[in-house]
């Protein structure tokens, strides 16, 4: 399959170093309005490169496309590129409002192509493996569920809030894992040392099970990681190295330390193979607009509760 990458900043550019190495596709052009960027990415994996997306669009012939531009221009690009009948990846979160969201889904209804939401952190193995352990029970009934996702400032990112960017991995992890929505939000957070909130912390209240999110921009080191307490165990999640390991008590009543095999693999490389293969088999994508939108919903609601 031909193709394609918008924006290769922080995201995209990591998206035409997929393209360009997973054998189900030809990496054919790049386009990013930093010229400098866009040649550099477009030279190093020999690749055209457009300023302009919609002359790439309209000239070169192409299958697939990726948006990695920043979120409050998802919804421009992502409605411009259905109007050339394009299968879509678009980097989380879909949109920046839930109005914005909604316009790209109505968009949609018109087209017979693939859209999905890189919502990445469901493509880790260590996330695919830890929901194989909660459905066989091995840690017993669901109890609470803690994420910590902290780290510095990125100097790139400047159109959004910490519940946007980065909560919203861990509310889509949430809603993965339980397969279902809270019925109840709450949220804490302020700006500290930039002009949007770059310190949340949320709690989510699911059917049987709690869940406290604490993400920042103002911790020096990088930490991405879930723990979660169950009736009969206690399992940890590092979502970096893909460590997953399980306490139980033992016969002594002493916690017994199991670490759990993961087939690591780099989750992008994961989630763009999958996103090629529902284009192949011409079946709906794993992560649609429609869980998408719900995952931005609650993200909303989050930095609507921030703002009071």
Known sequence: MNTVVIGVGNM???HARVYSTISSSNLVAVSDLNEEAGMTIAKKYSCKYYKSYIEMLEKEDID???IAV???LHKKVALDVLKYNKHILLEKPI???IQNAQEIITGLKSKQTIFMVGHVERFNPAVQKFKEILREKK???LISIIARRVGPYPPKVRDTNVIIDLAVHDI???SFLLEEEPTLISSHGKATVSEKEDYAEIFLKYNSVTSFIQVNWLTPIKIRNLSVTGTEGYAE???ITQDLVIYKKDKNNEAEKIHIDVDKEEPLVVEIRSFLNSI???SESPLSAAKALNTIKIASLAAEVLSK
């Open 280 to 282: 192949k088999n011409n």
């Open 64 to 66: 697939a496309v990726s």
């Open 172 to 174: 889509d992890v949430m």
């Open 139 to 141: 840690i017993g009934n």
């Open 95 to 97: 949109a920046d409002t």
């Open 237 to 239: 999640l590092d979502y």
């Open 70 to 72: 920043p979120t409050s």
């Open 12 to 14: 995209g550019q990591h």
